[in-house]
């Protein structure tokens, strides 16, 4: 007969046995209703695309084809944001703003995603800022169909300095076959503060590839206070008359690429300002314009810093300017370190121009001071001008040093009137080859001691 302790221990073996199972059941019945309410939910957006995988593409991959990555089908929530999506008309006359600024809300939230802007319709955009104060890192702004501006300055604020604006942040990627357009003409003829198409502020690991800008009210594409900028196969255009109307303008920016793009504008086609270094421009095409200049730098005794620039594989064409530097009489600072290799000229008014007396036309003051030029080698440039083959004005006081010509081949356009001889004043350095037409106005050499006092020492405090 069983003891009174082994039917103790028999019935609670068989009670633990009990509460397992029961445990077991009430997961599985838990786990069976989780699935059903997954499947539930997945059925409804399925059927909410439409129903099938094709529709679901066309949804949110609008001008990428065939190109849907395989891993989407393994993501239950899409980090494609389209504008249409979120009440985007565009028909080029709705103001589509509000639907810009929610898609870009939704799209920052999340890192590498995608705000897309597809091909096949033009969308009305009034000044807006996507702005990356909260935003997640990589985000892609995919611009295949058109964004169109308001025709009418009195649709903007007063005193508006840009169109769109893209600020502070950290991976930002505009890419695609779309166009901009400022819709500028009507800004022309006026005075005043006029927008900058497109603007990065405070932005690093920046690319800009593939797009068309066109007709800006001014600046088409600036970059200030950005770090790690790439600039491709971009277009820019707008009348050559067209006023203040430069193509690219950089200003405290560092490390930024721009190549194989072709430049249309009314002033340069890139232009350097102060704060900027390491700077490589390569395969541009560049015309009509004012060339690619550095400055005008020392405005107002401004004090001005550039460096580490480099133009390759260049061409520029119906320009005012070939290559340039120009800073203004009174400033501070210094220009250094700047490499033209391989630059091929067609009709340009001057190719060459180191301008230590820049003046935009007002009535400019002698001073003294001025922002130091040295270190700017001129290599393998050739072509024609229709006025002045080289324009080195350098300051008494402060003369240009360490300026190096070699293979320079500079001929007059045929038929061109009012022709200038090669002009040099205070300008030091060394002919390594001879050059066409002779510049023997180049003093070899270095200046005095006294002269050479320089300002290149503040910038690098």
Request: hydrophobic residues 30%; contains cysteine; neutral net charge.
């Amino acid at each position: 007969m069983p003891s009174l302790t082994s039917i103790t221990r028999r019935n609670m073996k068989n009670q633990n046995t009990k509460i397992c199972i029961y445990g077991i059941f009430t997961f599985v019945l838990l786990w069976s209703s989780e699935l059903g309410a997954n499947a539930t939910r997945e059925a409804k957006q399925w059927r909410h695309h439409g129903g099938s995988r094709q529709l679901l593409r066309e949804t949110f991959y609008p001008s990428y084809g065939e190109s849907m990555p395989n891993s989407f089908q393994y993501r239950k929530t899409s980090t494609i944001f389209n504008v249409l999506n979120f009440g985007a008309k565009g028909d080029g006359t709705s103001d589509d703003t509000k639907a810009f600024e929610a898609a870009w809300f939704a799209a920052c939230k999340l890192e590498a995603s995608t705000m897309v802007v597809p091909k096949g319709s033009a969308f009305l955009i009034k000044p807006i800022s996507f702005s990356g104060s909260d935003c997640q890192p990589n985000i892609i702004f995919q611009l295949d169909g058109n964004i169109i501006a308001p025709k009418a300055s009195g649709s903007w604020e007063s005193g508006l300095l840009q169109w769109l604006e893209f600020t502070k942040l950290n991976g930002i990627t505009i890419r695609g076959t779309g166009i901009v357009d400022g819709q500028g003409s009507g800004w022309w003829t006026k005075s005043g503060t006029k927008p900058t198409a497109i603007r990065f502020y405070g932005s690093s690991d920046v690319t800009v590839t593939g797009i068309t800008i066109q007709n800006s009210p001014q600046t088409h594409l600036k970059f200030d206070n950005c770090q790690s900028v790439q600039v491709s196969d971009i277009t820019v255009s707008s009348p050559g008359d067209s006023p203040n109307t430069d193509g690219i303008h950089l200003q405290n920016s560092q490390d930024v690429t721009i190549q194989s793009s072709k430049l249309a504008c009314g002033d340069d086609c890139v232009s350097i300002q102060t704060g900027c270094s390491a700077v490589n421009i390569q395969n541009v095409d560049c015309g009509p314009g004012h060339g690619i200049s550095i400055g005008s730098l020392g405005e107002d005794k401004t004090k001005a810093c550039v460096s580490n620039i480099t133009v390759l594989d260049t061409k520029i064409h119906d320009a005012m300017n070939g290559v340039r530097i120009k800073t203004w009489q009174g400033g501070s600072g210094s220009v250094q370190g700047v490499t033209f290799s391989n630059i091929q000229l067609s009709q340009v008014k001057t190719a060459i121009v180191i301008d230590q007396y820049y003046c935009d036309g007002s009535k400019c003051k002698n001073d003294t001071s001025a922002v130091a030029v040295s270190g700017i080698s001129f290599e393998n440039i050739r072509g024609t001008y229709t006025v002045n083959p080289v324009k080195f004005a350098c300051s008494d006081s402060l003369p240009c040093t360490d300026i190096t010509l070699d293979t320079i081949q500079l001929r007059p356009v045929q038929g061109s009137d009012h022709l200038s001889k090669p002009f040099c004043s205070n300008i030091y350095g060394e002919l390594k080859t001879s050059t066409t037409p002779p510049i023997d106005c180049l003093i070899v050499g270095k200046p005095s001691r006294k002269q050479a006092l320089n300002n290149y020492d503040s910038c690098q405090n």
